[in-house]
T-cell receptor, first 114, second 110 residues
Framework: DVKVTQSSRYLVKRTGEKVFLECVQD?????MFWYRQDPGLGLRLIYF???????EKGDIPEGYSVSREKKERFSLILESASTNQTSMYLC?????????????FGPGTRLTVL | AQRVTQPEKLLSVFKGAPVELKCNYS??????LFWYVQYSRQRLQLLLR??SRESIKGFTADLNKGETSFHLKKPFAQEEDSAMYYC????????????FGKGTLLTVNP
């Protein structure tokens, strides 16, 4: 059973703080993704990684960075949190290659920036 | 650029009624299409993918390349079908990214 876990379910930070969101998957998947989910906007891809130390920008990378030092772990970093980054953040993973492969999602982290 | 459109933000039906959640896409190649579902307080999960041509929980979806649509259908809705539904597209090849629609919140009333 694929498990994608995220370090926190709820997080409250202050404007300007550096924020780390952690994601771990236990199925040896090559691909990992970070999305933000906002009502009326659906899921928007922030960054993804297809291998250790490899990353690519998604559709809304501004204000975010990522780190993938180990295959199972993918971190999302908000360098200086702002109120417009208040959102639900979803991590996902999938096996390499085939485009029809399912993405497996974590439970999400609801981040509030005050 | 690829795009997924779900025209209905909200859809409300009565139990036992047919339900259709619309999804249209914009992509010039041969896309892979998916439906993902998120039940209340649960994580987002795959419902079905067009390549599998399967029925999951009574839902089916047919890819219509002429109309660039991938509508999700169920002949008799159940209360447990109430959830947020997202249509997603992968442009294929070595592209691992999914493009999601904005979602449709389905409510099935008793």
């Amino acid at each position: 059973d694929v498990k994608v876990t995220q370090s926190s379910r709820y997080l409250v930070k202050r404007t300007g703080e550096k924020v780390f969101l952690e994601c771990v998957q236990d199925m040896d998947h090559e691909n990992m993704f970070w999305y933000r989910q906002d009502p009326g906007l659906g899921l928007r891809l922030i960054y993804f990684s297809y291998d250790v130390k490899m990353k690519e920008k998604g559709d809304i990378p501004e204000g975010y960075s990522v780190s993938r030092e180990k295959k199972e772990r993918f971190s999302l970093i908000l360098e200086s949190a702002s109120t417009n980054q208040t959102s639900m953040y979803l991590c996902a993973s999938s096996p390499w290659a085939a485009s029809y492969n399912e993405q497996f999602f974590g439970p999400g982290t609801r981040l509030t920036v005050l | 650029a690829q795009r997924v459109t779900q025209p209905e933000k909200l859809l409300s039906v009565f139990k036992g009624a047919p339900v259709e959640l619309k999804c249209n896409y914009s992509y010039s190649g041969s896309p892979e299409l998916f439906w993902y579902v998120q039940y209340s307080r649960q994580r987002l999960q795959l419902l079905l993918r067009h390549i599998s041509r399967e029925s999951i929980k009574g839902f089916t979806a047919d890819l219509n390349k002429g109309e660039t649509s991938f509508h999700l259908k169920k002949p008799f809705a159940q209360e447990e079908d109430s959830a947020m539904y997202y249509c997603a597209l992968n442009s294929g090849g070595s592209n691992y990214k999914l493009t999601f629609g904005k979602g449709t919140l389905l409510t099935v009333n008793p």
